[in-house]
């Protein structure tokens, strides 16, 4: 049989569309490539929010302004820290379970994913409210206050794309959508998770750590 591309079909592969499965045949899938430029991008745009706060830095004395020391690492800042980086390592373990097509395997890591991810969102709204309501430190309070929200602000809505994309995949993995050769969703939301990791532990070093 022939594909629409003029190619030979193997017998293996009308199999797997009759499946209702994507055939590959080697290279970068368009999905999992579109993510990957997605991500390209959004490197690109907190790029831009971490030079516009080095520049402020090196140009404002003192640094950290008057009157904010309780900007700490710890413990909520640092909790918050170990429960994402947990989370990546539990993201990986969930596709490598799909990669060897343990489906359930894949759903347990996935689901132990998405509760931490939602914990460190609920970590973030607490230490929002703390600050706020005990130092009256808003994104109002001056450009440090400014800087502060929207780098963070912005990283808590990275990972609440993250988490509604992980609550997909589960119910897509719930249903039993994904196998061993056909998981591109999985791949894709795995190094999403991965990429907003890599940017938080980027901002707990530069805010929290490098005051």
């Known amino acids: 049989m022939s594909a629409a591309d003029g190619t030979l079909m193997t017998a293996s592969d009308e199999h ?12 970068v899938d368009t999905a999992l490539l579109g993510m990957l430029l997605f991500i390209a991008s959004e490197l690109m745009f907190f790029a831009a929010l971490f030079g516009a706060y080095f520049n402020v830095r090196a140009t404002t004395v003192p640094w950290p302004p008057e009157g904010t020391d309780f900007i700490e690492p710890w413990p909520v800042a640092l909790s918050m820290t170990i429960i994402l980086v947990a989370s990546s390592f539990t993201m990986q373990w969930a596709t490598g379970r799909i990669r060897k097509g343990d489906r359930t395997g894949m759903n347990r890591g996935i689901f132990v994913t998405l509760l931490l991810g939602a914990i460190f969102l609920c970590l973030v709204v607490f230490d929002y409210y703390h600050l706020v309501t005990q130092y009256n430190f808003g994104i109002n309070s001056g450009v440090y206050g400014t800087l502060f929200y929207t780098m963070t602000g912005f990283h808590a809505a990275h990972v609440t794309g993250g988490v509604v994309g992980l609550l997909v995949i589960l119910a897509r993995g719930l249903q039993g959508q994904f196998s ?10 795995h190094y999403y998770w991965h990429f907003v990791d890599v940017v938080w532990i980027a901002l707990f070093v530069t805010i929290y750590l490098m005051r």
């Open 16 to 27: 797997a569309l009759d499946a209702g499965h994507d055939v590959q045949r080697g290279g």
């Open 180 to 189: 061993q050769r056909h998981h591109v969703a999985v791949e894709a939301v």
